[in-house]
Nanobody, 130 residues
Framework: QLQLVQSGGGLVQPGGSLRLSCASS????????IGWFRQAPGKEREGVGC????????YFADPVKGRFTISRDNAKNTVYLQMNDLKPEDTAVYYC???????????????????????WGQGTQVTVSS
């Protein structure tokens, strides 16, 4: 059974950093584009960034470009979202996601829509506040 298990997150002051992890049992993550999304209260889920399969090229949405990075550790079958210079508007529940049978989009601007991803992590709260 495929599972994406997230860890990390928490409360951080503006300007601080956090790293989220997304580990998989059931699929080999580097065979898929992996997306990171977030959802703030009262807002739709939005794409944050993604990492392409094989070559691990990354793309990000404009609000986080230059502050967030994504990396992959194939030995641990884990993808990471490193978030630097965090702002209060980054407060949200963050999710990693993987596609099912069909490939999901990952390109300039970040991942395709949430509907393209079939498997989701459990979500982790990130709160940026002083």
């Amino acid at each position: 059974q495929l599972q994406l298990v997230q860890s990390g997150g928490g409360l951080v002051q503006p300007g601080g950093s956090l790293r989220l992890s997304c580990a998989s049992s059931g699929i080999i993550l580097d065979r898929y584009h992996i997306g990171w999304f977030r959802q703030a209260p009262g807002k739709e889920r939005e794409g944050v960034g993604c990492i392409m399969r094989r070559d691990s090229v990354t793309y990000f949405a404009d609000p986080v470009k230059g502050r967030f990075t994504i990396s992959r550790d194939n030995a641990k079958n884990t993808v990471y979202l490193q978030m630097n210079d965090l702002k209060p508007e980054d407060t949200a529940v963050y999710y990693c996601a993987a596609p099912g049978g069909a490939a999901a989009e990952c390109g300039p601007g970040g991942p395709g829509g949430p509907e393209e991803f079939d498997f989701w992590g459990q979500g982790t709260q990130v709160t940026v506040s002083s």
